[in-house]
């Protein structure tokens, strides 16, 4: 059964996409809250950690739960903003953990209205550098895919939240149906 992993820039719709979809037998998590949670750390202190010091954290969290999981719909990021403001893949995705890439994209027009209307615009990217971003997200996301031997699918999230949630959906039966 397959472990997919569902990849896109803060904002893109990941996390509300999983939420409203309608699929049974999947364990859906969200690294973040598995972060916090296995590693008994408030979101708060997690956030101010920087890249170098999340990593090893990510690293034991895939080896130690991800990889026992499964039928899972993982909501991550490609990438991650480094300590100087560049944006780092995931050295640990070269593992053999994903059976399956989406990524869920959205144009910065969209993105850029639904980070000024999060009241959590702090730790978003700066406005200008939103572009550079997503194009970041995207050659990451094609790069772990192409590494191993898999088709990025792609999830276009800039309508309405049913309309992704039905792009999605059939998206995970296919690849359900691939592994049954």
Known sequence: MPRIFVGGVRGSGKSTLLEKIQIENYSILEDTEEICRYHDIEKKSLNELNFSQKEPMLEELYEEVYSEIVNLLLDSHFTFP??????????????????????????PETLRKRMLEDDKIRSWPKLDEIERYIEKEEEVARYIADFHGKQLKSIKNNGSIEEGKNVLEKQIKRIDRKYT
Do not use: A
């Open 82 to 107: 480094d300590e100087k403001g560049d944006y780092r893949f995931q050295e640990i995705m070269e593992n053999e953990w994903y059976d399956e890439f989406l990524i869920v994209r959205t144009n």
